[in-house]
């Protein structure tokens, strides 16, 4: 085989071993980075399959470098700042304080632990204050906490990318100064260096972000070649900062996704599509590459040392953070606790370590050490955190092994409707709509409503789904309902997802029960059917249950064309009514159901509409 050859394989190895570990991690339920990680050691160290540095030469650093910064400017596009204000204070805290807390207990960590100069300590620390969106994220939705600990998770997870790796920069920056003990100098340099960091950074992120707006704006590029000329944009400004100062580029493309994020003229719908899709790809191919570059000898090397460093950032760096953090904040016991066990490294931090380490090789300034200390932090965090925070969750009160909580996909009258009499009867609801202006009417109604697609991965990063359980698919497209349906089957289980039930020809067109989530209501409950009676004035009534008011008395009451929509148990367990599912109300049960228009009676509660 000839070198183009293993070339190739060993390019079209990194693809199938990083798709095939995510897709593999789906199908088990595990943590996507664990399976990448062990299919990385087994392909590099392991059995000597891969060896980056030979495949790549002296280009590794360069697209290890341009990667990390598309998985910033990803980051950062989810960064908006509305969203931002709403967790306040202690967001605010970890930002500043925890982070600072964080750089320091590491620091003290891996100089007295690991025993590294202090130069390489700092080093360390500022590269382990990341936590990171790709591994947060699916803990949360695993885990669904109620409160405000999963916003505040989540978006710390986002902004703290960048933030830990502009600290790695300035420490790298004087790394030299600060060997030689000469602090002094190097808090001057560090400072100076921040600063013209910071405003090559912004100044150059803003241009280019003007520019693609700009562009957006006058239709100079088609919608085709909006995603390739966002990655296009991405890299040069990425690179002409780089130029103009060491390592700006990491702050000139976060500023770039942030100042997208949050502007309004533009539309960058097709930018949101790509960077989804380029996460995936580059967050596989660039953990089996950066694994497969450790060797054992590494690992074994750190020995008792390694874990007790793990240990120390588990144990003290983390609660310490969030202690410091969380004082003068109206957080609970029970949230700081959790969120002081909630920090597991990602792939910023493995990127950011193995691209100093590269730097140090090549200036001969040793860090040896960086690369194994952070991948045992990456594979103990998410070991630690991934087995016991559902458990502690479920302990504090945050979480619930059955969710009662409502998703629905729809802001429209009927949808809203559905959602003020589900919370009338004390659950809590989200609806995720593309319609602006019935989402902002939801919000007016004193509803929860996100603007989003709902079959993007974007809605399951950017939606709280603390106490959420179960998932309604209330929109007029079938194909639409059925997708959402599957799409969140894997997150709340098949038995859990619904949708309206389609027209006779889109039911003979469902030949199989995995394409489409459960019937709701009726057969006759289309989306046309329902939308027809609530123009014709049928309301939404929640009708207690009593001895003397049963079932039957309300079917009396009301005729065969009240149609049952949800019931509340005794214990305060929610039902949804399906078509393959027969209820039976009985006393001290609460029924909720759609009736055309009569007078109030004295057990019922119309639900606004």
């Given at each position: 085989?000839?070198?183009?050859?293993?070339?190739?394989?060993?390019?079209?190895?990194i693809?199938?071993l990083?798709?095939?570990?995510?897709?593999?991690?789906?199908?088990?339920?595990?943590?996507?980075?664990?399976?990448?990680?062990?299919?990385?050691?087994?392909?590099?160290?392991?059995?000597?399959?891969?060896?980056?540095?030979?495949?790549?030469?002296?280009?590794?650093?360069?697209?290890?470098?341009l990667?990390?910064?598309?998985?910033?400017?990803?980051?950062?596009?989810s960064?908006?700042?509305?969203?931002?204000?709403?967790?306040?204070?202690?967001?605010?805290?970890?930002?500043?304080?925890?982070?600072?807390?964080?750089?320091?207990?590491?620091?003290?960590?891996?100089?007295?632990?690991?025993?590294?100069?202090?130069?390489?300590?700092?080093?360390?620390?500022?590269?382990?204050?990341?936590?990171?969106?790709?591994?947060?994220?699916?803990?949360l939705?695993?885990?669904?906490?109620?409160?405000?600990?999963?916003?505040?998770?989540?978006?710390?997870?986002?902004?703290i990318?960048?933030?830990?790796?502009?600290?790695?920069?300035?420490?790298?920056?004087?790394?030299?100064?600060?060997?030689?003990?000469?602090?002094?100098?190097?808090?001057?340099?560090?400072a100076?260096?921040?600063?013209?960091?910071?405003?090559?950074?912004?100044?150059?992120?803003?241009?280019?972000?003007?520019?693609?707006?700009?562009?957006?704006?006058?239709?100079?590029?088609?919608?085709?070649?909006?995603?390739?000329?966002?990655?296009?944009?991405?890299?040069?400004?990425?690179?002409?900062?780089?130029?103009?100062?060491?390592?700006?580029?990491?702050?000139?493309?976060?500023?770039?996704?942030?100042?997208?994020?949050?502007?309004?003229?533009?539309?960058?719908?097709?930018?949101?599509?790509?960077?989804?899709?380029?996460?995936?790809?580059?967050?596989?191919?660039?953990?089996?590459?950066?694994?497969?570059?450790?060797?054992?000898?590494?690992?074994?090397?750190?020995?008792?040392?390694?874990?007790?460093?793990?240990?120390?950032?588990?144990?003290?760096?983390?609660?310490?953070?969030?202690?410091?953090?969380?004082?003068?904040?109206?957080?609970?016991?029970?949230?700081?606790?959790?969120?002081?066990?909630?920090?597991?490294?990602?792939?910023?931090?493995?990127a950011?370590?193995?691209?100093?380490?590269?730097?140090?090789?090549?200036?001969?300034?040793?860090?040896?050490?960086?690369?194994?200390?952070?991948?045992?932090?990456?594979?103990?965090?998410?070991?630690?955190?991934?087995?016991?925070?559902?458990?502690?969750?479920?302990?504090?009160?945050?979480?619930?092994?059955?969710?009662?909580?409502?998703?629905?996909?729809?802001?429209?009258?009927?949808?809203?409707?559905?959602?003020?009499?589900?919370?009338?009867?004390?659950?809590?609801?989200?609806?995720?709509?593309?319609?602006?202006?019935?989402?902002?009417?939801?919000?007016l109604?004193?509803?929860?409503?996100?603007?989003?697609?709902?079959?993007?991965?974007?809605?399951?990063?950017?939606?709280?789904?603390?106490?959420?359980?179960?998932?309604?698919?209330?929109?007029?497209?079938?194909?639409?309902?059925?997708?959402?349906?599957?799409?969140?089957?894997?997150?709340?289980?098949?038995?859990k997802?619904?949708?309206?039930?389609?027209?006779?020809?889109?039911?003979?067109?469902?030949?199989?029960?995995?394409?489409?989530?459960?019937?709701l209501?009726s057969?006759?409950?289309?989306?046309?059917?329902?939308?027809?009676?609530?123009?014709?004035?049928?309301?939404?009534?929640?009708?207690?249950?009593?001895?003397?008011?049963?079932?039957?008395?309300?079917?009396?009451?009301?005729?065969?064309?009240?149609?049952?929509?949800?019931?509340?148990?005794?214990?305060?367990?929610?039902?949804?009514?399906?078509?393959?599912?027969?209820?039976?109300?009985?006393?001290?049960?609460?029924?909720?159901?759609?009736?055309?228009?009569?007078?109030?009676?004295?057990?019922?509660?119309?639900?606004?509409?």
């Amino acid at each position: 085989m000839g070198d183009a050859e293993r070339m190739l394989l060993g390019l079209a190895s990194i693809f199938v071993l990083g798709v095939g570990a995510q897709w593999l991690a789906w199908r088990i339920k595990l943590p996507s980075i664990l399976l990448l990680l062990a299919f990385g050691f087994a392909a590099g160290p392991g059995t000597g399959w891969l060896n980056p540095d030979q495949m790549f030469g002296k280009l590794l650093f360069p697209i290890v470098s341009l990667s990390v910064a598309l998985i910033l400017f990803e980051g950062s596009l989810s960064l908006k700042f509305s969203e931002l204000a709403e967790v306040g204070k202690p967001l605010r805290n970890l930002l500043s304080i925890g982070v600072a807390v964080t750089w320091l207990v590491i620091t003290l960590a891996a100089r007295w632990i690991l025993g590294v100069d202090v130069a390489t300590a700092l080093l360390l620390g500022a590269m382990l204050t990341v936590t990171g969106p790709t591994v947060v994220g699916p803990l949360l939705r695993h885990i669904r906490p109620s409160g405000k600990v999963s916003s505040i998770a989540r978006w710390e997870g986002i902004v703290i990318d960048p933030i830990g790796a502009v600290l790695a920069v300035l420490v790298f920056e004087v790394f030299d100064i600060l060997r030689a003990a000469d602090f002094g100098k190097a808090a001057i340099d560090g400072a100076f260096g921040m600063l013209a960091t910071a405003v090559t950074g912004v100044v150059a992120g803003s241009l280019a972000a003007w520019f693609l707006i700009e562009c957006l704006k006058r239709y100079w590029i088609p919608e085709r070649l909006q995603s390739p000329a966002a990655l296009m944009i991405v890299a040069a400004v990425f690179v002409a900062s780089n130029l103009v100062k060491h390592e700006a580029g990491l702050v000139s493309v976060t500023v770039m996704g942030v100042f997208l994020a949050n502007q309004k003229s533009a539309s960058i719908k097709r930018i949101f599509e790509f960077k989804e899709n380029l996460s995936v790809l580059l967050v596989s191919s660039l953990f089996i590459l950066l694994a497969a570059r450790v060797e054992f000898a590494d690992f074994s090397q750190l020995g008792w040392r390694g874990l007790a460093f793990v240990a120390a950032v588990i144990l003290i760096a983390r609660p310490a953070s969030v202690v410091a953090s969380s004082i003068g904040t109206d957080l609970s016991k029970a949230e700081r606790i959790f969120l002081s066990w909630l920090a597991p490294r990602g792939i910023v931090a493995a990127a950011v370590a193995s691209v100093f380490a590269l730097r140090l090789d090549e200036t001969g300034n040793g860090g040896g050490e960086l690369v194994p200390a952070t991948f045992l932090v990456i594979v103990g965090t998410v070991v630690v955190y991934g087995l016991t925070a559902f458990p502690l969750a479920r302990w504090l009160g945050l979480a619930s092994a059955e969710a009662q909580g409502v998703l629905i996909a729809s802001s429209h009258p009927g949808a809203r409707a559905i959602g003020h009499a589900l919370k009338s009867a004390g659950f809590r609801v989200v609806l995720v709509d593309t319609n602006r202006e019935d989402v902002m009417t939801a919000r007016l109604e004193g509803l929860e409503a996100c603007y989003a697609n709902i079959l993007s991965e974007q809605a399951m990063d950017e939606i709280d789904l603390g106490g959420i359980g179960r998932f309604l698919a209330l929109t007029p497209n079938d194909e639409v309902n059925s997708l959402s349906a599957m799409h969140f089957s894997e997150l709340f289980g098949q038995q859990k997802v619904y949708q309206l039930p389609p027209s006779k020809t889109g039911r003979t067109a469902m030949a199989s029960d995995h394409l489409h989530g459960r019937f709701l209501f009726s057969p006759e409950s289309t989306f046309d059917a329902l939308d027809h009676r609530f123009e014709s004035g049928s309301t939404i009534k929640s009708t207690g249950l009593t001895e003397e008011f049963e079932f039957e008395s309300f079917r009396k009451q009301h005729g065969d064309t009240a149609v049952p929509l949800f019931l509340v148990t005794e214990s305060g367990k929610l039902v949804v009514v399906t078509e393959d599912k027969t209820i039976s109300p009985g006393k001290d049960q609460k029924l909720i159901a759609l009736i055309d228009p009569q007078p109030e009676n004295a057990t019922s509660s119309t639900s606004p509409v």
